[in-house]
C-alpha cells in the first residue's frame, strides 16, 4: 500500500485530524494537534507529507524514524505533534488492511478496560464538589480538578487556603475512596509547591499533577521525592529523550505522555515502556479529540503499567464540539463503571463521520491560551 494523499482539517473545538489515504483506498485517520498552535502542526504535516507521498504505509517504523531523523532540526511540540498524528493514521490504516485492532499488532491486550477520569473544574469550591459529586453519580470513580490560581514565587496565604479548601469540598462531596488529582498547570514556583504539597497531605490525593513545570523537576528532586502524595507530569515533554532523566530522577510517580504531543502510538508506548522498567506508572495526557483518545486505548490495551485514562467528554475546551460529535458510532466510548472498554474494531477502532468533519472544517477554529498577568503586571504561568 502506498501513501497517495496527506489531508488536514482545522475543526472546532480546537483539534486538528489527519486523513491518510493508500492507493487502494485504504483510509487512517491522526489527530495532530498542538493546542493554540493547530495551523502551525498542519503546515508541518504539510512538509513531512512531501516525503511520505508515494512511500509504503505499512514500513511505520522506519517512516517514523525519517520523519523524526530526517531533518537537522527534530523534536519539540511542533514537529512531534505532526509527526504523532501522521504515526496514529498509519497505525489506523495497517489494523484496516489486516482487519485487526492495533493493540493485536502491538502485542495483544494486558487489559480489557481501562479507568478513566472526569473533568470536574476548579475555580470555586462549591461548584467543583457539586460537578465531582455528579461526575460520580454518572459513574465515575475519579475526578480531577485544576489546583489553584495563578502563584507568584512567593505569594499569601490566602490563596493556600483557597485551594485547601477546593480539594476539602470535592473530597468530602465524593467520601473517601474516590481518586482526586488536582492539576497545577505548571502554575506554581518551587517556594510556594513545598507549602503546597505539605498542605494538600491529608486530603488522600490519587496525585498532584504538574507541580512545577517540566523543566524544573531536577531543581526539586528531593522534594517530590518525599512528598507521599503520588507526582504526575509529562504533558509537555515530547520524546523519550525528554522523558529518560524525568524519569530516572525518580521524582515522578506517573508519566504523562500525550501520544498526540510525542511522536504518537509508537514513541509513546516506548517512553511507556522505558517508564515501566522504573516502576512508573502510565496515564496518558488526552484532554483533545476523538482520534487522540482511540490512540490512547490502544496503547493502554498493551501497556501493562497503565493506570488511569484522561478524556474530554464534558471538559469546559469543549464549548462547540464535544469528543463523540465526529464518530459515526459514539458507542465506541461507552463508559460503565469508571471504566472504558478497549475499541475492538480495526485499526484505531473508531469510525470518523467525514462528511461531519467536511461540514466543520468549514467553520475551523483560532483556540488560544488564555494570558494572565499578576496584580503587579508580570506574565502569570496559566
Not at 15 to 27: A, M, N, Q, S
Not at 283 to 309: E, F, K, R
Request: glycine residues 10%; negative net charge; proline residues 5%.
Amino acid at each position: 500500500m502506498k501513501i497517495a494523499s496527506i489531508e488536514t482539517f482545522t475543526l472546532p473545538p480546537r483539534w486538528l485530524f489527519v486523513r491518510i489515504e493508500t492507493d487502494d483506498g485504504t483510509v487512517g485517520w491522526g489527530e495532530p494537534v498542538l493546542e493554540g498552535r493547530a495551523a502551525s502542526v498542519a503546515a508541518t504535516v504539510g512538509e513531512l507529507a512531501d516525503y511520505l507521498i508515494g512511500q509504503d504505509a505499512g514500513r511505520i517504523e522506519d517512516l517514523w524514524t525519517v520523519l523524526y531523523r530526517g531533518g537537522f532540526y527534530r523534536g519539540g511540540g511542533i514537529h512531534m505533534s505532526a509527526l504523532a498524528g501522521i504515526d496514529q493514521a498509519l497505525w489506523d490504516i495497517k489494523g484496516k488492511a489486516l482487519g485487526v485492532p492495533v493493540h493485536e499488532l502491538l502485542g495483544g491486550r494486558v487489559r480489557d478496560r481501562i479507568k478513566v477520569y472526569s473533568w470536574i473544574g476548579g475555580d470555586r469550591p462549591d461548584e467543583t464538589a457539586k460537578a465531582a459529586r455528579d461526575a460520580v453519580d454518572r459513574g465515575f470513580a475519579a475526578v480531577k480538578l485544576n489546583g489553584t490560581e495563578e502563584l507568584q514565587y512567593l505569594d499569601t496565604w490566602d490563596k493556600i487556603d483557597r485551594c485547601v479548601a477546593n480539594v476539602a469540598a470535592v473530597r468530602d462531596a465524593v467520601g473517601p475512596n474516590i481518586g482526586i488529582g488536582v492539576d497545577f498547570h505548571g502554575r506554581v514556583h518551587k517556594p510556594m509547591m513545598k507549602v503546597l504539597l505539605r498542605e494538600l497531605e491529608p486530603y488522600r490525593l490519587m496525585f498532584v499533577e504538574e507541580p512545577v513545570l517540566s523543566e524544573h523537576v531536577d531543581s526539586v528532586v528531593d522534594v517530590l521525592r518525599q512528598s507521599p502524595i503520588p507526582i504526575a507530569l509529562g504533558e509537555r515533554l515530547f520524546s523519550r529523550w525528554d522523558f529518560k532523566s524525568v524519569i530516572a530522577s525518580g521524582a515522578v510517580d506517573i508519566i504523562q505522555p500525550d501520544p498526540s504531543h510525542c511522536g504518537g502510538i509508537t514513541e509513546a508506548r516506548k517512553i511507556a515502556h522505558m517508564a515501566e522498567a522504573y516502576d512508573v506508572a502510565l496515564a496518558l495526557h488526552c484532554p483533545l479529540g476523538p482520534i487522540a483518545l482511540a490512540s490512547c486505548l490502544q496503547i493502554d490495551a498493551g501497556c501493562y503499567n497503565a493506570t488511569i485514562q484522561e478524556q474530554s467528554l464534558g471538559i469546559h475546551y469543549n464549548t462547540t464540539n464535544e469528543l463523540l460529535d465526529y464518530l459515526v458510532d459514539p458507542a465506541v466510548f461507552t463508559y460503565a463503571d469508571g471504566q472504558v472498554r478497549i475499541p475492538s474494531g480495526p485499526g484505531l477502532g473508531i469510525e470518523i463521520n467525514e462528511e461531519y468533519v467536511a461540514e466543520r472544517a468549514a467553520v475551523g477554529h483560532r483556540w488560544r491560551n488564555p494570558i494572565w498577568r499578576h496584580s503587579d503586571g508580570s506574565f502569570a504561568e496559566w
